[in-house]
Nanobody, 119 residues
Framework: QVQLVESGGGLVQPGGSLRLSCAAS????????MGWYRQAPGKQRELVAT???????NYADSVKGRFTISRDNVKNTVYLQMNGLKPEDTAVYYC?????????????WGQGTQVTVSS
């Protein structure tokens, strides 16, 4: 059974920091491209950051320079370090894992963790 379990969300003041974690099980983690997405109330889900199996990273323009994605293939975990948080970062953050050829195509999502940035 595949599971992606996010943790680390919460309430933080503007300018503060949080680190999200996503622990994966039931997959061969090292072959998966991993990502973080977020969805604010009334908005569509959007990409925040991705990290490929070869550790190439990509970020949304809105978080560049503030957020850092990383992965630990021993712990089967992907992280999102969020610094300089702004109220507009408030959203539910979702972990995604995707595998592509030459491997079987799969696409998995976690249940999400709430991040609220407010004074």
């Amino acid at each position: 059974q595949v599971q992606l379990v996010e943790s680390g969300g919460g309430l933080v003041q503007p300018g503060g920091s949080l680190r999200l974690s996503c622990a994966a099980s039931g997959i061969i983690f090292r072959i998966y491209d991993m990502g973080w997405y977020r969805q604010a109330p009334g908005k569509q889900r959007e990409l925040v950051a991705t990290i490929t199996r070869s550790t190439t990273t990509n970020y949304a323009d809105s978080v560049k320079g503030r957020f850092t994605i990383s992965r630990d293939n021993v712990k089967n975990t992907v992280y999102l370090q969020m610094n300089g948080l702004k109220p507009e970062d408030t959203a539910v953050y979702y972990c995604n894992g995707r595998s592509d050829p030459p491997y079987r195509r799969n696409d998995y999502w976690g249940q999400g963790t709430q991040v609220t940035v407010s004074s």
